[in-house]
DNA sequence: GGATTGTATTCGAATATCCGAATACAACAA
DNA sequence: TTGTTGTATTCGGATATTCGAATACAATCC
């Protein structure tokens, strides 16, 4: 992954990143919904759901269809959406890992690299010389 | 989802929201690396990168193991940091929906909504009658 | 002991985000 | 046309994030 594309990641990250946004998100998955609907679901007024939904409108996570005063919101990438939920709700277990396991990892990554271009010294190695 | 999971679940998101982190975590991808590594591969100074590791340690993304001076990064939650990577790396089509299309899932959903309780009549629906 | 290397933390200024208040605007009803 | 409803935008202050500079700290070497 390059950093451009870090970039765009981190951009699209973020306008995930709020609880509101994650809570309209949540609402959306369920089904389309218009401003007002969503000010009844969630804890928050009728500006600041416009603003995060304006962010989420700019990040292109949401559309809208207008239906007379109203605006029906709609997520126009669900499975993005979806998958997202679905992973920031998922609770991966924390693991711990021993400076011999990590040792290890690093020499294999070493002899790997080695395959293809010249090792490397780190400048404590080069230091030990 | 509840607003606790909402807020619980935007902070491991702004964890991951900035180019530069998400740059280090697709690193500690490939191996355990120590901060001079990753000086080496990223557009960023040391205090920085140490700056963006406590942030991704805070949010137990990363660990480290010491080795000597240095402090091994690794991923402590590798399978999550993976599919997140997988997930704003994968590029979905945007969809854009009709009227037509948002007013059946409305109604679709109000629909099963109404099985369990009496509808929730809009603004505009009560001043009608 | 001092010097060096690898890393972390603190500080401060620049920048960005957030949210309420007020206001604007668009669709519709009367 | 005037009023009302649904929504968006603008403004401003509070808060948070970002990053460089400086400094602190810990391990190792001499």
């Not at 990590?102 to 293809?116: F, P």
């Amino acid at each position: 992954m390059e950093f451009q594309d870090s970039q765009a990641a981190a951009e699209l990250l973020k306008a995930f990143s709020h609880a509101t946004r994650l809570s309209i998100l949540v609402e959306l998955v369920a089904g389309p919904k218009c401003v007002t609907d969503m000010e009844e679901l969630l804890p928050a007024r009728q500006a600041n759901i416009s603003q995060h939904l304006a962010v989420l409108r700019n990040a292109k996570l949401v559309d809208y269809a207008q239906d007379g005063a109203m605006r029906c919101y709609y997520l126009c990438r669900p499975n993005l959406v979806k998958d997202m939920l679905a992973l920031v709700g998922r609770n991966d277990p924390v693991m711990k890992r021993t400076p011999v396991e990590i040792q290890a990892d690093k020499e294999r990554l070493a002899r790997a690299l080695a395959k293809n271009s010249a090792p490397k010294a780190s400048r404590r190695e080069v230091a030990k010389r």
